[in-house]
Every structure is written in C-alpha cells, then in structure tokens.
C-alpha cells in the first residue's frame, strides 16, 4: 500500500518545514501572503526616506511568522489555554488598520520611490490582513451561533420546568 517513508516526519530541517495541506489550506496561503508583503514592505521602507515606518511591518512579518508556525506545527491545538482565533483576529484588525495609516502617510508625505512602493504595497497588505480578519470573523460568529443554539433548548426547558402555571 502506502511507503512507510512517506508516513514518517523527516528528519533535520525537513521537520520544519510546513505540510503541503496546511500550505494549500486558506489560512496557509493567507499568513505565507501576510508574510512575504510585510517583509517587501519591511525592505522597501528601509531603503526609503520612510524608515521611521519600518518597525511596523517588521512586527507584522515577526507575528506572521509566529502564526504560520503555529498553525502550521498544530501548537494552536496543543495550547488550549490561548484562544487562538480570537488573537489571531486582533492581531489582523490591528495590522490591517496600521498598515492602512502607514501607507497613507507613506504616499502623500515622502516623495522618494522606494516610500510610494512601500505605501502601496502596504495597500496591497492592508486588503490581505482585512480578507484575513473578515474570514476569522465569520468563523467566530458561526461557532459562536453554534454555542448558541446547543445552549438554547436546555435554557429553554429549565426554564419551563422552574415556572409555576398550573
């Protein structure tokens, strides 16, 4: 059937390395995305006249890194005690907000090309970590619904059984 080579984890630096389904996954492809635009945006505001910027996509690139280790090693589901979608989305609100008023000031205030590429590769960052959030967004509402209907017919039936209408 299947080569038991192919089943075992590989040894070395191959161990580190993301699976492919985690890297064809939505949320892979979205954190390698958030990745490499702030690293491009990290390097284009080190060579403009906008390096007072460049702290911001920096932390973003270190936090993307983090995250797409985390997801990609399954610590999110060995590490219960944090929630892990709910700082995810901070992490993309935040970053997509950022990003977006960096960018703003980059474009209209520094006229050297190397701040205008990095502005509008922020814009470009900005839509990724807003898909990013819109999507983590919705998966909470819909498992916080879910929370929400299980929950009901219990409150529902206790609350029948405490009245007194007879």
Not at 17 to 32: D, H, M, N, T
């Given at each position: 059937?299947?080569?038991?080579?192919?089943?075992?984890?590989?040894?070395?630096?191959?161990?580190l390395?993301?699976?492919?389904?985690?890297?064809?996954?939505?949320?892979?492809?979205?954190?390698?995305g958030?990745?490499?635009?702030?690293?491009?945006?990290?390097?284009?505001?080190?060579?403009?006249?906008?390096?007072?910027?460049?702290?911001?996509?920096?932390?973003?690139?270190?936090?993307?890194?983090?995250?797409?280790?985390?997801?990609?090693?399954?610590?999110?589901?060995?590490?219960?005690?944090?929630?892990?979608?709910?700082?995810?989305?901070?992490?993309?609100?935040?970053?997509?907000?950022?990003?977006?008023?960096?960018?703003?000031?980059?474009v209209?205030?520094?006229?050297?090309?190397?701040?205008?590429?990095?502005?509008?590769?922020?814009?470009?960052?900005?839509?990724?970590?807003?898909?990013?959030?819109?999507?983590?967004?919705?998966?909470?509402?819909?498992f916080?619904?879910?929370?929400d209907?299980?929950?009901?017919p219990?409150?529902?039936?206790?609350?029948?059984?405490?009245?007194?209408?007879?």
């Open positions: 059937m299947g080569d038991p080579e192919e089943a075992a984890p590989q040894p070395g630096l191959g161990s390395l993301p699976s492919k389904e985690f890297l064809a996954s939505r949320k892979g492809q979205l954190l390698l958030e990745l490499v635009l702030s690293l491009i945006t990290f390097i284009c505001y080190v060579a403009s006249s906008a390096v007072a910027f460049m702290t911001v996509p920096l932390l973003e690139f270190l936090l993307a890194v983090f995250y797409f280790y985390a997801y990609s090693s399954k610590l999110n589901e060995k590490f219960k005690g944090i929630h892990w979608p709910v700082s995810d989305f901070i992490r993309c609100v935040t970053a997509a907000i950022i990003y977006f008023s960096i960018s703003i000031a980059a209209a205030k520094y006229y050297d090309g190397a701040s205008k590429a990095a502005g509008v590769i922020g814009f470009i960052a900005t839509i990724v970590y807003a898909v990013d959030f819109y999507i983590i967004f919705n998966d909470l509402t819909t916080i619904k879910q929370g209907a299980a929950d009901a219990e409150a529902q039936k206790s609350e029948d059984e405490d009245s007194d209408s007879d």
